[in-house]
């Protein structure tokens, strides 16, 4: 995940905290791809036949992160954590508005229903991970973040214990427990 802009990035994502707005102009080209990457992996847990596009999810998450006016960018690391962070939320969003609508909710447009096909079955299983996810939070905030970090943000080890400022080996613990709580608790469901 880090190259030879990881400096450079660094240095930008502290000047767009700042406040420099030519800061984020010049972050975006150097971040794309990581971000084009990082929705790839959600997409590709989808079943076939049922798309949503990677650039979509990626526009969506980007005005979002725009939007993040007090963050205190740390690095490159830390930004690609709270992009995965975002994603999840916008397709559990979206997940539970196809749910809602199943049950005659009357749900809302969202920015992703003209170019996403989730299916129903797709929308209860992110649903579950979700609630899973929740419960796991609740127990034990970090070993949720590890999570969050590994799996839906493609973080290493080694980048997920510089994000959150653990050993490399905690990381591997927390994960291998986070791994069987959410297995339980999903099985259970």
Known sequence: MADDSSDDVTELLAAWSNGDREALD???PLVERELHQLA??????????????????????YL????????RWQNRAHFIAIAAQMMRR?????????AAGKR???SH??????IAVLSDERAEEMLALDEAMDSLAKLDERK???VELRHF??????????????????????????????RRELQRG
Request: glycine share 8%; aromatic share 4%; charged share 25%.
């Open 40 to 61: 790839h992996r959600y997409i590709s847990r989808e079943k076939p036949g049922h798309t949503l596009q990677t650039t979509a999810l990626v526009n969506e998450a």
């Open 109 to 114: 447009k969202v920015s992703l229903d003209e």
């Open 26 to 28: 010049k972050l975006l």
């Open 64 to 71: 979002r992160l725009v939007d993040q006016r007090r963050a």
């Open 144 to 146: 949720s973040r590890v």
């Open 90 to 98: 916008i397709l559990v969003n979206h997940a539970r508005d196809r």
């Open 153 to 182: 943000g493609g973080l290493s080890v080694e980048e997920t214990a510089q994000v959150l400022g653990i050993h490399p080996d905690t990381v591997t613990r927390d994960w291998t427990r986070a791994i069987a709580f959410l």
């Open 104 to 106: 005659g909710g009357g």
